[in-house]
């Protein structure tokens, strides 16, 4: 199975826990994240989320790398998913094993972290009065950047 995906389906939680669990492993961190109905007093009717499907891949693989080696002992496996998703659906999961706690809530939180920095996910919001792609930076040029 793979440990770094990119999927157009309900994201089974249980599946990417189940990847890194290990009998070296004291600790296994997983976190999700919603898609929620208010944000900034605006309420959203749901997500929109597009990929570059092989390099997103490809960049949780080595966001995945980046914390193997700056936690050594650690194993993760990460997935985000693309398409429409409503609120409470989630939209990425990231389990962290590691031989100790501390390291794996570390590890885990630098992973959404980094997620948002570098990883070519886009998403649009639809609000009930409108919609815009939102984040550090928008898909399209006219929107005011690039991707997110």
């Not at 985000?80 to 100790?100: F, M, N, Q, T, Y």
């Amino acid at each position: 199975m793979k440990r770094y995906e990119i999927i157009d389906t309900p994201i089974d939680v249980q599946k990417y826990s189940d990847l890194v669990l290990h009998p070296a492993a004291g600790a296994v961190t997983v976190f999700t994240g919603h898609v929620r109905e208010w944000t900034h007093g605006v309420r959203t009717l749901y997500l929109a989320y597009e990929a570059y499907v092989p390099m997103a891949e490809k960049k949780l693989a080595e966001i995945g790398a980046e914390m193997e080696a700056k936690w050594p002992g650690v194993q993760v496996a990460m997935a985000h998913r693309i398409g429409e998703l409503k609120i409470s659906d989630i939209a990425v999961v990231i389990a962290v094993s590691s031989p100790h706690r501390k390291e794996a809530y570390e590890a885990n939180e630098y992973a959404i972290e980094r997620i948002k920095e570098v990883v070519p996910i886009w998403k649009k919001e639809i609000w009930e009065d409108g919609e815009e792609w939102i984040g550090a930076q928008k898909k399209y040029p006219e929107k005011g950047g690039e991707s997110q």
